[in-house]
């Protein structure tokens, strides 16, 4: 049976010399057409955009010397809500107040210090365009914050509660309790303003950010 198709083969007709193919995977190496080199874009972008992005900005120092100098404002203002506080720790609070107290004995001296500090920081900083954005916000910030804490005053003013029974603790739970709001927005706020960062207080800070 293996001998029928090599009868068949032997019996066809002998095939025409014909002329070799060329085919270009035999050709001459440099006679190849050569597709034009195209370089690769996808590799850079990412790389550039690597680059840009660990040049950060860094907020100058005068920004963040004015920005921490206009939380002191609330600071020393909110400092009268601490009476029952500094009555049961004197000295422990007095130790954490000290390096405070020769500026605070300065913003005492001062006649209408508040009014002028508040003057300074709303005109002199929040409506100066020669200032930067940071400095009039971390301002404004701070003139919101020290517009609120006037508020308590005047509604202990208008109720008058005595000092005595339930209205006297409510009075000293509500001084104690805005006394150490007081105190840790002033730390957070020159902190990060020390840091350059922008620090954004609760309601405060998105009624201080609508003025611009």
């Known amino acids: 049976m293996a001998t029928i198709p090599l009868l068949r083969l032997s019996l066809s007709p002998p095939p025409q010399p014909q002329k070799p193919l060329r085919s270009t995977l035999f050709s001459h190496p440099l006679k190849l057409p050569l597709k034009p080199f195209t370089p690769l874009t996808t590799t850079t972008k990412p790389l550039k955009t690597r680059i840009s ?17 206009a939380y002191f404002f609330p600071f020393f203002n ?9 009555a049961q720790y004197p000295r422990t609070l007095g130790l954490i107040l000290e390096p405070l107290l020769p500026l605070l004995s300065f913003y005492r001296s001062v006649p209408y210090a508040s009014y002028l500090a508040f003057l300074l920081l709303y005109i002199g900083v929040v409506r100066n365009n020669n200032v930067s954005r940071y400095a009039r916000f ?9 517009v609120l804490l006037v508020l308590p005053m005047l509604v202990q003013r208008i109720f008058n509660p005595g000092p005595h029974g339930l209205s006297g603790k409510i009075v000293m739970f509500s001084h104690n309790v805005i006394f150490v709001v007081v105190c840790a927005c002033f730390v957070y706020t020159v902190g990060y303003s020390v840091l350059g960062r922008t620090p954004k207080l609760p309601i405060v800070g998105d ?5 611009f």
């Open 138 to 146: 971390n301002a404004m910030q701070a003139v919101v914050l020290d």
């Open 207 to 211: 009624a201080a950010g609508r003025q």
């Open 78 to 86: 909110g400092l009268q809500y601490g009476r029952y506080l500094f």
């Open 53 to 69: 992005a660990t040049n950060t900005t860094t907020t100058p120092i005068p920004d963040r010397l004015i920005s921490s100098a």
